[in-house]
T-cell receptor
Framework: GAGVSQTPSNKVTEKGKYVELRCDPI?????LYWYRQSLGQGPEFLIY????????DSGLPNDRFFAVRPEGSVSTLKIQRTERGDSAVYLC????????????FGEGSRLTVL | AQSVTQLGSHVSVSEGALVLLRCNYS??????LFWYVQYPNKGLQLLLK??????LVKGINGFEAEFKKSETSFHLTKPSAHMSDAAEYFC???????????FGGGTRLMVKP
């Protein structure tokens, strides 16, 4: 696609529920990133994929968070037993391997846990 | 590990006035530095980047930033603010491997008519 696409744009759920957030990166970008942005803060790194494998998942806050990228393109961020503190905007970005550091971001998925 | 600090979470300027948004970095190696802009309910968009070429970097929308090693700074400036510049601005540094960005806390720019 022309840009990074994220769905849903908004998700409201109840505490304890399971949530999936989807990211479709720019076509041909091998690297895919998930960041979390809480209100009034900068994006915080969660996990990074190079191809199908998670190259670095050191930012995942706990084992309720998991992400997959089975075919090296679309990725899904999965959150189990959601808590109110999980409320944030989840940003996905992709990168062309040739461009050091420069990420292209989607518009984010706003998660609200009631 | 690399990090960036943005001084001032909120900056307010009048339309037509100089914009100065501050960013200081910490890095054990020559850094690659970025400024991103985020408009309300939108994703982050790259404004400009420093990759060890010219120290004065020009970006989109009339913004520029100067890399100063002696001051470990990469401040963002624009000579004349426009109402459309109102947004959140993030400074970021890339890690040694060149595959991850670490962001500052952001500065919200408000432009008064």
């Amino acid at each position: 696609g022309a840009g990074v696409s994220q769905t849903p744009s908004n998700k409201v759920t109840e505490k304890g529920k399971y949530v999936e957030l989807r990211c479709d990166p720019i076509s041909g970008h091998t690297a895919l990133y998930w960041y979390r942005q809480s209100l009034g803060q900068g994006p915080e790194f969660l996990i990074y994929f190079q191809g199908t494998g998670a190259a670095d998942d050191s930012g995942l806050p706990n084992d309720r968070f998991f992400a997959v990228r089975p075919e090296g393109s679309v990725s899904t961020l999965k959150i189990q037993r959601t808590e109110r503190g999980d409320s944030a905007v989840y940003l996905c970005a992709s990168r062309n391997r040739a461009n050091t550091g420069e990420l292209f971001f989607g518009e984010g998925s706003r998660l609200t846990v009631l | 590990a690399q990090s960036v600090t943005q001084l001032g979470s909120h900056v307010s300027v009048s339309e037509g006035a100089l914009v100065l948004l501050r960013c200081n970095y910490s890095s054990s190696v020559p850094p690659y530095l970025f400024w991103y802009v985020q408009y309300p309910n939108k994703g982050l968009q790259l404004l400009l980047k420093y990759t060890s070429a010219a120290t004065l970097v020009k970006g989109i929308n009339g913004f520029e930033a100067e890399f100063k090693k002696s001051e470990t700074s990469f401040h963002l400036t624009k000579p004349s603010a426009h109402m459309s510049d109102a947004a959140e601005y993030f400074c970021a540094v890339v890690n040694n491997a060149g595959n991850m960005l670490t962001f500052g806390g952001g500065t919200r720019l408000m432009v008064k008519p």
